[in-house]
Protein backbone atom coordinates (compact mmCIF):
# COMPACT_ATOMS: atom_id res chain seq x y z
CA UNK A 1 0.00 0.00 0.00
CA UNK A 2 1.60 3.30 -0.90
CA UNK A 3 1.86 5.95 2.17
CA UNK A 4 2.59 9.50 2.29
CA UNK A 5 2.96 11.38 5.13
CA UNK A 6 3.62 15.12 4.73
CA UNK A 7 4.93 16.78 7.92
CA UNK A 8 6.06 20.41 8.42
CA UNK A 9 3.44 22.82 7.83
CA UNK A 10 2.68 26.05 10.00
CA UNK A 11 1.99 29.49 10.18
CA UNK A 12 5.02 31.65 9.11
CA UNK A 13 5.37 35.45 8.34
CA UNK A 14 6.07 36.85 5.30
CA UNK A 15 9.93 36.55 4.28
CA UNK A 16 9.75 33.31 6.41
CA UNK A 17 11.13 29.71 5.58
CA UNK A 18 9.82 26.23 6.29
CA UNK A 19 11.16 22.61 5.61
CA UNK A 20 8.32 20.34 4.50
CA UNK A 21 8.89 16.48 4.94
CA UNK A 22 6.90 13.73 3.12
CA UNK A 23 7.45 10.22 4.48
CA UNK A 24 6.98 7.54 2.03
CA UNK A 25 6.52 3.86 2.52
CA UNK A 26 5.08 0.70 0.46
CA UNK A 27 6.79 1.53 -2.74
CA UNK A 28 10.41 1.62 -3.76
CA UNK A 29 11.11 4.99 -3.55
CA UNK A 30 14.25 5.61 -5.36
CA UNK A 31 12.47 4.08 -8.20
CA UNK A 32 9.86 6.98 -8.55
CA UNK A 33 9.89 10.99 -9.39
CA UNK A 34 8.14 12.32 -6.51
CA UNK A 35 6.16 15.82 -7.20
CA UNK A 36 5.18 18.38 -4.98
CA UNK A 37 1.48 20.34 -5.41
CA UNK A 38 0.08 22.59 -3.55
CA UNK A 39 -4.00 23.44 -3.17
CA UNK A 40 -4.76 27.18 -2.47
CA UNK A 41 -7.90 28.13 -0.73
CA UNK A 42 -10.89 27.53 -3.12
CA UNK A 43 -8.59 26.09 -6.33
CA UNK A 44 -7.24 23.18 -7.84
CA UNK A 45 -4.11 21.42 -7.27
CA UNK A 46 -1.01 23.50 -8.68
CA UNK A 47 1.94 21.82 -9.48
CA UNK A 48 5.01 23.24 -7.51
CA UNK A 49 8.28 21.62 -8.12
CA UNK A 50 9.20 17.62 -8.92
CA UNK A 51 12.89 15.80 -8.35
CA UNK A 52 13.34 12.61 -10.12
CA UNK A 53 14.03 9.34 -8.46
CA UNK A 54 18.37 9.69 -7.83
CA UNK A 55 17.99 13.62 -7.63
CA UNK A 56 19.10 14.15 -11.27
CA UNK A 57 16.73 16.50 -12.26
CA UNK A 58 14.69 19.16 -10.87
CA UNK A 59 11.96 21.37 -12.14
CA UNK A 60 9.98 24.01 -10.20
CA UNK A 61 6.97 26.40 -11.18
CA UNK A 62 7.65 29.98 -12.29
CA UNK A 63 5.85 30.94 -9.33
CA UNK A 64 8.29 29.38 -6.66
CA UNK A 65 11.68 29.36 -8.69
CA UNK A 66 14.34 30.83 -6.92
CA UNK A 67 12.81 30.64 -3.53
CA UNK A 68 11.95 26.73 -2.96
CA UNK A 69 14.12 23.60 -2.86
CA UNK A 70 13.37 20.57 -3.62
CA UNK A 71 15.54 17.34 -2.20
CA UNK A 72 15.31 13.68 -1.30
CA UNK A 73 16.91 11.31 1.13
CA UNK A 74 16.22 7.63 -0.76
CA UNK A 75 18.07 6.39 2.38
CA UNK A 76 15.32 7.37 4.40
CA UNK A 77 12.75 7.04 1.93
CA UNK A 78 11.69 10.92 2.29
CA UNK A 79 11.57 14.08 0.26
CA UNK A 80 11.79 17.40 1.20
CA UNK A 81 10.97 21.17 0.10
CA UNK A 82 12.79 23.91 1.43
CA UNK A 83 10.54 26.86 1.24
CA UNK A 84 11.74 30.57 1.55
CA UNK A 85 11.27 34.32 1.03
CA UNK A 86 7.81 33.00 1.57
CA UNK A 87 4.97 35.23 0.34
CA UNK A 88 0.96 35.22 1.92
CA UNK A 89 0.13 34.05 -2.24
CA UNK A 90 2.52 30.80 -1.04
CA UNK A 91 -0.69 29.98 1.60
CA UNK A 92 -1.63 26.07 0.44
CA UNK A 93 -2.26 23.05 1.62
CA UNK A 94 0.78 20.89 0.53
CA UNK A 95 0.90 17.68 -0.73
CA UNK A 96 3.69 15.32 -2.11
CA UNK A 97 2.69 12.88 -5.14
CA UNK A 98 3.93 9.33 -6.35
CA UNK A 99 5.12 10.44 -10.17
CA UNK A 100 4.62 13.04 -11.91
CA UNK A 101 1.86 12.21 -14.56
CA UNK A 102 -0.79 12.22 -12.29
CA UNK A 103 -1.85 13.81 -8.81
CA UNK A 104 -3.79 10.62 -7.58
CA UNK A 105 -1.20 9.15 -5.47
CA UNK A 106 -0.95 11.72 -2.68
CA UNK A 107 -0.64 12.15 0.95
CA UNK A 108 -3.13 13.87 3.12
CA UNK A 109 -1.30 17.14 2.89
CA UNK A 110 0.23 20.10 5.37
CA UNK A 111 -1.08 23.38 5.57
CA UNK A 112 1.38 26.23 5.08
CA UNK A 113 -0.06 30.15 6.05
CA UNK A 114 1.79 32.80 5.27
CA UNK A 115 0.69 35.65 7.08
CA UNK A 116 1.44 38.52 9.05
Known amino acids: EVRLVESGGGLVKPGGSLRLSCAAS????????MTWVRQRPGEGLEWVSY????????DYSDSVKGRFTVSRDNAKNTLYLQMNSLRPEDTAVYFC?????????RGQGTQVTVSS
Open 51 to 58: ITGHSAIT
Open 97 to 105: VRGRSSFED
Open 26 to 33: GFTFSAYT
